[in-house]
């Protein structure tokens, strides 16, 4: 979602725009003669294609300033030779990238990949010049709005036997609301359809008024289940309609940003997340013999310390020198809550300390239905541990991913720490006061 007035702050000048994902992966490079003009021109109505499919993925523009449109050249060839975004890559070749089709001609719609566009009555989105985190997508796409991935015809006025489709096992394992079997009204799938149809065109504000409406009824109607699934949907909503940020930038800044970059890829991709780790939360806990024990919470947005958004926590439940229980009671605390407001939730957490720490924090998230990917890191060796798995992570000293997570424990001791000394400092003033 773009905000009109932060595009007023670009100037009406040469230079060159760099467009981000919300990893702050650059994902295009253009030149212009007026900034302005033509970075707005990405987000009229009536885009072509290419251009809404670099629109979906952009969170972040950069710019850099240029005397002329000739040094605007020369420095977008240099940062496209350098970084060689995929946009940029795609639309210079002349392969056929595959789109999104929603066959709204069907009685019971699917979406499903293709590379033919066909005046066919059909809704289609892209092109995705990369197949993988498409595909990705769409598995999540699946689960959350049950469209039926299979390829069999009919229509609702004349359905398959059953003895054909009662073994389905898309509707057995949940995959499919069973249209083929009667399971679904065409106008409640219809429905559902729609809700995906808002998602894809982007059209998040509208989305989320809806389901709004939805869990409210819900409520109303004292279906909890319900109401809480459609709460965990804002909440993922929310973080994808991310408000597009506008910033100069210097050239010689690309280098330290890139850097950031290429440690969340190698985070996600050694830690095996879904998506990248933009936001870590980081928790330690400190006390001297189980006195003034407390516990601290940080919070690293795209690798840097993001300082409005950490808490500290007075141990409640508690009692002598026990970090384990500490954490999971501050884990706790801090997810109930987040959890109760509808708060945005971290892509990754990472502990303080080894594996029962580690499965302190699990058995918290448990007791709260909370899927967050975490780990524990442990002084000393370094080692990085995770659920499920028996031996630790060790990555090499200079491993990017493990600087970030460092620093991420380490500022997490430091406010720890700062909290208790602070504490400690009260008491004896309090004491001596007495």
């Given at each position: 979602?773009?905000?009109r ?37 990405y ?24 005397l ?20 940029n ?14 066959s ?7 979406l ?72 679904i009204?065409?106008?409640?799938y ?5 809700e ?6 982007g ?30 949907r ?10 597009i ?18 440690a ?31 516990g ?26 026990n ?26 957490i ?7 720490q ?17 780990v ?59």
């Amino acid at each position: 979602m773009i905000d009109r007035n932060r595009l007023r702050e670009l100037p009406h000048s040469p230079g060159v725009y760099i467009y981000r994902n919300g990893g702050g992966k650059i994902i295009y490079i253009g030149k212009a003669n007026n900034l302005r003009r033509r970075v707005t021109s990405y987000f009229r109505a009536d885009a072509e294609p290419k251009v809404r499919a670099i629109v979906r993925s952009l969170r972040h523009i950069d710019y850099v300033l240029a005397l002329n449109e000739n040094e605007a050249l020369v420095i977008e060839r240099q940062l496209i030779n350098r970084y060689k975004p995929y946009y940029n890559s795609m639309w210079r070749d002349d392969k056929s990238y595959p789109y999104l089709k929603l066959s709204l001609n069907e009685d019971f719609p699917r979406l499903f990949f293709t590379r033919k566009l066909a005046q066919d009555g059909s809704e289609y989105f892209g092109p995705y010049p990369q197949l993988g985190p498409i595909k990705n997508t769409l598995r999540w796409l699946q689960k959350m709005f049950g469209w039926r991935p299979c390829a069999l015809e009919f229509d609702s006025g004349l359905l398959p036997p059953l003895n054909k489709v009662k073994s389905c096992l898309y509707f057995q394992t949940g995959r499919c609301p069973g249209p083929c079997m009667g399971k679904i009204s065409p106008e409640d799938y219809r429905k559902q359809i729609n809700e995906l149809r808002l998602f894809l065109k982007g059209k998040y504000s509208n989305l989320k008024r809806l389901w709004e409406q939805e869990m409210q009824h819900a409520s109303h109607e004292l279906n909890y289940e319900k109401a809480a699934s459609l709460r965990d949907r804002i909440i993922t909503l929310e973080r994808i309609d991310e408000k597009i940020t506008v910033r100069e930038l210097k050239p010689e800044d690309l280098a330290a940003s890139l850097k950031i970059t290429e440690a969340l890829e190698e985070l996600k991709n050694v830690l095996g997340l879904a998506q990248l780790p933009v936001i870590i939360e980081g928790f330690d806990i400190s006390n001297i013999s189980g006195t003034e024990s407390v516990g601290s919470m940080v919070r690293f947005h795209n690798a840097r310390p993001d300082k409005d958004n950490y808490r500290r926590f007075k141990i409640r439940t508690i009692t002598g020198s026990n970090d384990v229980a500490m954490i999971k009671e501050v884990v706790y605390r801090r997810y109930r809550r987040l959890s109760d407001e509808e708060k945005m939730l971290p892509d990754l957490i990472l502990i303080d300390g080894g594996k029962s720490q580690l499965s302190a924090a699990m058995e918290a998230m448990g007791s709260l239905k909370l899927k967050i990917p975490t780990v524990s890191l442990a002084k000393k060796q370094e080692e990085i541990y995770m659920p499920g798995q028996p031996a630790p992570l060790k990555l090499p000293r200079n491993s990017p991913a493990l600087h970030t997570l460092q620093a991420v424990r380490d500022e997490a001791h430091r406010f720890a720490i700062s909290y208790h000394r602070l504490r400690r400092s009260r008491n004896m003033l309090n004491a001596a006061t007495k």
